[in-house]
């Protein structure tokens, strides 16, 4: 039996390179895969095994008294999910690109948003519109994640990585919302534990964020609440619905039918995923992104174009 653990917390650690050399110890001797990230602002990992030897992985890391408090999220899975071990220190728990910005004490982040419990959620959006004031929901994801899902009339950030948060928040285009509730939310929760201290520290004066997550509000309320669509995951499924209620909203980028399938594009190395119905995904000449169609185009002897035809999903 084989089971996979997701934690993380923010705790200022004074050493990352001993506790990367402990944890990278101990995962090897108990045989689990996985990718821990370890940062002067905490730990965020996710690790899988055989459940005796996870359960000793979680009781060896608790002993140690910054992460005692730490909570863990078992999950269905295996060492074999993970193609390694990979443990490495980075200046930042999630990579906004501003490490300077983010002060963390005992209590984690300084200067989060509010934390809501998904009943929370509901409670502010009817108690704000009792006031006729609307909540805002922004996305703290990737742009190409809320394709497929997010809350209703959330905001979405034109995103394609982290580091692109900054620069949208810095653009002026989310002004208006420094004066309204806004609510952030992301997968598990993480990047907004980040991502709402940077909206307070520029200006927007009402942040919340949700505590553990879409994961977790879908598991409270699933298609019944404020959530529409299927959650983008970022293992081999790729997504995930909360239940059979659920709505399609991605489209296929070639003829716009419903899909909440992701490919990757078909070149060797490129990473590009876009979403296709079932009978453009097999057009070789359709799952090719943009990028990789110019550079072809430059030179149309690129060894990595078309990978044999291989299209597969990421
Ligand atoms: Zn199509
Ligand atoms: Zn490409």
Request: include cysteine; charge should be negative.
């Amino acid at each position: 039996m084989s089971r996979i653990v997701l934690y993380y917390t923010f705790i200022p650690l004074s050493d990352p390179e001993a506790v990367r050399l402990w944890q990278h110890t101990l995962c090897r001797e108990l045989g689990l895969r996985g990718r821990i990230l370890i940062s002067p602002q905490g730990i965020n990992g996710t690790v899988g095994g055989e459940i005796k030897a996870v359960k000793q992985y979680v009781k060896q890391t608790r002993a140690y008294a910054p992460f005692a408090d730490m909570a863990f999220k078992w999950s269905e899975g295996a060492a074999e999910d993970f193609p390694r071990l990979s443990v490495k220190v980075r200046p930042e728990l999630v990579a906004f690109g501003v490490p300077e910005e983010i002060e963390v004490d005992e209590r984690g982040v300084v200067g989060g948003g509010e934390h809501l419990q998904p009943q929370q959620v509901h409670d502010l959006v009817e108690h704000k519109r009792s006031q006729g004031v609307e909540v805002a929901f922004f996305d703290g994801r990737n742009a190409m994640e809320a394709q497929i899902g997010r809350f209703k009339n959330a905001v979405v950030p034109e995103t394609e990585t982290t580091r692109d948060f900054i620069a949208e928040l810095d653009s002026g285009k989310y002004d208006h919302l420094k004066d309204q509730p806004v609510v952030t939310y992301c997968t598990g929760g993480i990047r907004c534990e980040v991502l709402s201290a940077l909206m307070r520290r520029r200006g927007f004066e009402e942040v919340y964020q949700i505590d553990g997550g879409i994961v977790r509000y879908g598991e409270t309320f699933g298609d019944q609440g404020l959530w529409e669509g299927e959650l983008y995951v970022f293992d081999s499924r790729m997504n995930t619905r909360f239940s059979e209620q659920a709505k399609t909203l991605g489209e296929c980028v070639c003829c716009s039918a419903p899909t909440s399938t992701f490919y990757n594009c078909m070149d060797r190395g490129c990473s590009t995923l876009k979403l296709y119905c079932e009978e453009h995904r097999h057009i070789p000449e359709t799952t090719r992104c943009e990028n990789c169609q110019a550079r072809l185009e430059q030179d149309p002897d690129d060894p990595n174009a078309g990978a044999l035809g291989k299209v597969r999903r990421a």
